[in-house]
T-cell receptor, first 114, second 114 residues
């Protein structure tokens, strides 16, 4: 069964450094999402992406964040200058098309900012 | 705006007993409702969903949920708990148009007592 994959599974970085989290959505899916889950808290929506542009972003998704689909298969989340409060589990999700309603989630990348 | 409230951050049941996890939603438009399960160190897996068809929805692993519009509820149940059901359960809501971002509840950690 096709699945969403994410790399790396765990990333440790120093405050102020740039990180790129990578996701490979299910191949025929058209809608892509990033969510994050700070330890002990609920899963929060960050951004949705369709047709090579951002559809919607949350208040969390400020100028330090960006997303890209560089090569038609990968979907990346970049944080330009990480802060301690960016430490969280980041989940990528994909959805096939407008007529389907299920988002399929990847296993997540745990980001630790020191 | 949409929101989800999950009553009880921790629920413990004995093996073989009924599992009941509560979810109430708020939505200004007809909602789509989802239950996701998260096993330790894993991503989010869809258990079941309500998308305006049958109000009683059956999912994987013997779980089911009933959409009750009058009570704005979508409680998750399983007649007989199994040790393997121990996990974190998230209720989520989305609208049935637009990019369908998911808004999650705070989660309920289910513990099964042998």
């Amino acid at each position: 069964e096709p699945e969403v994959t994410q790399t790396p599974s765990h990333q440790v970085t120093q405050m102020g450094q740039e990180v790129i989290l990578r996701c490979v959505p299910i191949s025929n899916h058209l809608y892509f999402y990033w969510y994050r889950q700070i330890l002990g808290q609920k899963v929060e929506f960050l951004v949705s992406f369709y047709n090579n542009e951002i559809s919607e972003k949350s208040e969390i998704f400020d100028d330090q964040f960006s997303v890209e689909r560089p090569d038609g298969s990968n979907f990346t989340l970049k944080i330009r200058s990480t802060k301690l409060e960016d430490s969280a589990m980041y989940f990528c999700a994909s959805r096939r098309d407008r007529d389907t309603d299920t988002q399929y989630f990847g296993p997540g990348t745990r980001l630790t900012v020191l | 705006a949409q929101s989800v409230t999950q009553l009880g951050s921790h629920v413990s049941v004995s093996e073989g007993a009924l599992v009941l996890l509560r979810c109430n939603y708020s939505s200004s438009v007809p909602p789509y409702l989802f239950w996701y399960v998260q096993y330790p160190n894993q991503g989010l897996q869809l258990l079941l969903k309500y998308t305006s068809a049958a109000t009683l929805v059956k999912g994987i692993n013997g779980f089911e949920a009933e959409f009750k519009k009058s009570e704005t509820s979508f409680h998750l149940t399983k007649p007989s708990a199994h040790m393997s059901d121990a996990a974190e359960y998230f209720c989520a809501v989305s609208s049935n148009f637009g990019n369908e971002k998911l808004t999650f509840g705070t989660g309920t950690r289910l513990t099964i007592i042998p």
